[in-house]
Structures are given as C-alpha cells and as structure tokens.
Nanobody, 127 residues
C-alpha cells in the first residue's frame, strides 16, 4: 500500500504564496504518475497538475498555469506544489494522488485514473 502525506497548507492573503509537499511512502516505481488535485466546498475534485517520474514535463490545469509549479525530490520521493499569486478561488483542500503505472495524457486529469490519495491539506486564500 502506498501512503501519501500532504503538508504545507494554511491561510494566506490574496497574492501570497504557499508550498505544499507530498511525501510518498513508496518508491517511484510504485508512484509512476503523480498528480495534484483540489476540491472546494460543494464542488467536485478537479485537476491541478500531474507528471510522470520518467518524464521531464509537468501538465498543468489552465487555471493554475504560470502561477503553480511542481517540483520533485527524487531522493525523498517527495513532490512539491509551489503556488504563487494565490487568489480566493484557489481556496480548497489540495490532494496528492498517485498511480503505479503510466497514465495516458488524455486521462491525467481524471480522478478515477489514480490509485492512491493523500488525506488532503486545506488552503485558504482570504484577506
């Protein structure tokens, strides 16, 4: 079983920044594809970003492009989500997700494609 543990959420003012972390208990061969999703109250869980450990590129949702950046620490099996220029509409519970094999590009944004999920971390953007 793969465990994902998110951290780094909190309250931030509009225009501020936060960095979320997701630590995986398993090696990269069991978390081949990793993603970030978010869920606002009363709304569906939606895609934020995703990547494969074997690839250099990261896919981002249009809503976060040029503001959010995913980075990785291969030695720690940890993924980070740097969030800049945060706005109130970014407020949500942020989840880290993983799948044990390659997810095709067309399904990277599909919550059903992921096997493992973290418990989530709350991000609130408010003045």
């Amino acid at each position: 079983q793969v465990q994902l543990v998110e951290s780094g959420g909190g309250l931030v003012q509009p225009g501020g920044s936060l960095r979320l972390s997701c630590a995986a208990s398993a090696s990269r061969d069991r978390t081949y594809t990793m993603g970030w999703f978010r869920q606002a109250p009363g709304k569906e869980r939606v895609f934020v970003a995703a990547f494969r450990w074997s690839a250099s590129d990261t896919v981002y949702a249009d809503a976060v492009k040029r503001r959010f950046t995913v980075s990785r620490d291969n030695t720690k099996n940890t993924v980070y989500l740097q969030m800049n220029s945060l706005q109130p509409e970014d407020s949500a519970v942020y989840y880290c997700a993983a799948h044990s094999s390659r997810i095709i590009s067309s399904r990277l944004a599909d919550v059903r494609a992921y096997d493992y999920w973290g418990q989530g971390t709350q991000v609130t953007v408010s003045s």
